[in-house]
């Protein structure tokens, strides 16, 4: 297991921005949960206020579930250019179907994948990544309410 330090993640989320400013994105859309912090972050960096989130279930806690569930959909009607969130492309399942999933409801969208970590083996590699995974990440934000009493 490898710890992902705030420090680590401030050199990230900078480098990101700047690739991404190049993108231009109109929105970004963080994939809740995994994907908020970084997408928090890269708004403030881009002074962007075009900030959604859309859940999606694939995970318990560490276990792989056999579905994916995709929910919570923000209105992208208005958008050209979304850059979509998350902490770490691990098989990149999810991400494919989040993919599909608003392609069908906005099929005009240009859409890119930034992440933290990717893994390579992943099914999809994101377009903008900031390191590759070769175990599994601990986060700085992965916490229990348990470990502060």
């Known amino acids: 297991m490898r710890f992902y330090s705030y420090d680590e993640f401030k050199v990230d989320v900078n480098m990101l921005a700047k690739e991404l400013k190049s993108y231009d994105p109109d929105v ?19 002074e962007m206020r075009d900030l959604y989130a859309i859940n999606s279930i694939h995970y318990e ?20 250019k979304v850059v ?17 999933v608003l392609l069908k409801a906005y099929p005009n969208l240009e859409l890119k994948v930034a992440s933290i970590y990717y893994k390579e083996k992943a099914l999809l590699r994101p377009d903008f990544a900031a390191r590759e995974a070769t175990e599994w990440i601990e986060f700085f934000w992965d916490f229990k309410i348990d470990n502060y009493k």
Do not use: Q
């Open 61 to 80: 806690e560490t276990r792989k579930l056999d579905t994916i569930d995709i929910f919570n959909m923000p209105d992208l009607s208005k958008a050209k």
């Open 84 to 100: 979509i969130v998350d902490d770490i492309i691990d098989s990149g399942e999810t991400m494919i179907e989040i993919k599909k």
């Open 28 to 46: 970004i859309l963080a994939v809740a949960r995994g994907g908020m912090t970084l997408g928090h972050f890269l708004a403030e960096a881009l």
